[in-house]
T-cell receptor
């Protein structure tokens, strides 16, 4: 069974600060996704990374896939209250399995 | 294009009862997956249906079942409800392949008393 760990579990910061959240596993993933989930809603896909060492930027969000494809990070620059939510990473194995989700990092950005 | 819709949004049941949840995928999407989300266990995969056939299954007891209709709409059923079944049940649809982007619905919040 492929398991994903995310850290920190909770994060509360002030508007304008930078932050990084992590997603780690002992397993290799063929691809990894990051989602954000807001209260009362389902998760919304932010990005998919597929190549070891890949870096993708989405406005103030920077996603990195580890060289060995076992870990990933999400960095947010100048966080805003609208970034508040539950950030989930999800990894896909090599044999067509569905994505396995991490437990999430709950981010709160205070104005 | 309308998103994934789930009904009902909220449901309260008592132990021992059964429940049926419904999911309408995005038009054109043929794959529907179901997930259970709880504070303790996070988001866990229940099963996936594609073209009316179960394509993948997670590690849940047989009390959890599902089906998909010819129009790709899907239902999941939980029989003999237990307190631990209280959760947010999310449905996600995608076009067809495992690697395609999946789009989640808002979920059904089930409370078992």
């Amino acid at each position: 069974t492929q398991l994903l760990e995310q850290s920190p579990q909770f994060l509360s910061i002030q508007e304008g600060e930078n932050l990084t959240v992590y997603c780690n596993s002992s397993s290799v993933f063929s691809s990894l996704q990051w989602y954000r989930q807001e209260p009362g809603e389902g998760p919304v896909l932010l990005v998919t990374v597929v190549t070891g060492g890949e870096v993708k930027k989405l406005k103030r969000l920077t996603f990195q896939f580890g060289d060995a494809r076992k870990d990933s990070s999400l960095h947010i620059t100048a966080a805003q209250p609208g970034d508040t939510g539950l950030y989930l990473c999800a990894g896909a194995g090599n044999y067509g399995q569905n994505f396995v989700f991490g437990p999430g990092t709950r981010l709160s950005v205070l104005p | 294009k309308a998103g994934v819709t789930q009904t009902p949004r909220y449901l309260i049941k008592t132990r021992g009862q059964q429940v049926t949840l419904s999911c309408s995928p995005i038009s054109g999407h043929r794959s529907v997956s179901w997930y259970q989300q709880t504070p303790g266990q996070g988001l866990q995969f229940l099963f996936e249906y594609f073209s009316e056939t179960q394509r993948n299954k997670g590690n849940f007891p047989g009390r959890f079942s599902g089906r998909q209709f010819s129009n790709s709409r899907s239902e999941m059923n939980v029989s003999t409800l237990e307190l631990g079944d209280s959760a947010l049940y999310l449905c996600a649809s995608k076009w067809r392949r495992v690697g395609d982007t999946q789009y989640f619905g808002p979920g059904t919040r089930l409370t078992v008393l």
